[in-house]
């Protein structure tokens, strides 16, 4: 079986027909659960307090935000390369989602930032990637929404997605590169002086599934959507032309 059978709408509609029931259980399981362990079941820390249990949606939405465009970047790719329409759809598919992901991370970053660093706001290396993030993500939305030919769009936003990851890449490395910023490193690391303490890190590992797990059923949700959408303009155009 070859990955690119995937590529035809048919394939695609069936298969994720037959996934979504079970993706939506796992994402109710791991999301639920991993959010009612992480604020119910974790004890404040000694030196953040309760803030601390913020991580338990900075952290996931920050990991979504980013990897919703490295996503893109990949689906976009393959429309350049061999103009798969299921792919470039799926791109738009989470481009909403991925913006949403983004104004929850700085959102919740301002949030965590004003008692821990004093301010709502830093103009610190990872903060201002991610802002460009997310202005590149209202931009692909926006080009999408002002082109009419949707092959011209695709197109067009597939390479705006090529030039925003260089924003996706800082977003997630910024720290190692400017080791003066605000922003603390990997809240999940290798490394175990970087790595949060246990009794935080399993509920955050599975609200982190249940996160990826969210993602993948709104993009899977939208792309149908969005095949349904433009078998639609098709007939109309169609039945016009006949008329």
Sequence with gaps: MSLWEYA???KFMETTGWLLPWLTALTALTLGGGLVWGFFLTPDADRFGSTVKILYVHVPSA????NAWVMMLVTSLIW??????VSVLAARAAA?????MTLIALFTGAVWGQPMWGTWWAWDPRLTAFLILF????????????IENPDTAADLTSVL???GSVFAFLSRYAVYFW???????????VDRAQHVADVYAYPLWLTMAGFVFLFLTLVFVRTRTEIRAR??????????KAA
């Design 135 to 146: 202005l590149f993500y209202l931009g692909y939305l926006a080009l999408w929404a002002a």
């Design 80 to 85: 350049l390369v061999r103009r798969h329409h």
């Design 161 to 163: 997605c090529l030039v």
């Design 179 to 189: 080791a003066q910023g605000l922003h603390q490193g990997a809240s999940l690391s």
């Design 96 to 100: 909403p989602v991925g913006m949403v």
């Design 231 to 240: 078998r639609l303009s098709a007939l109309v155009a169609r039945e016009r």
């Design 63 to 66: 990991f979504i935000a980013i």
């Design 8 to 10: 035809n709408p048919k």
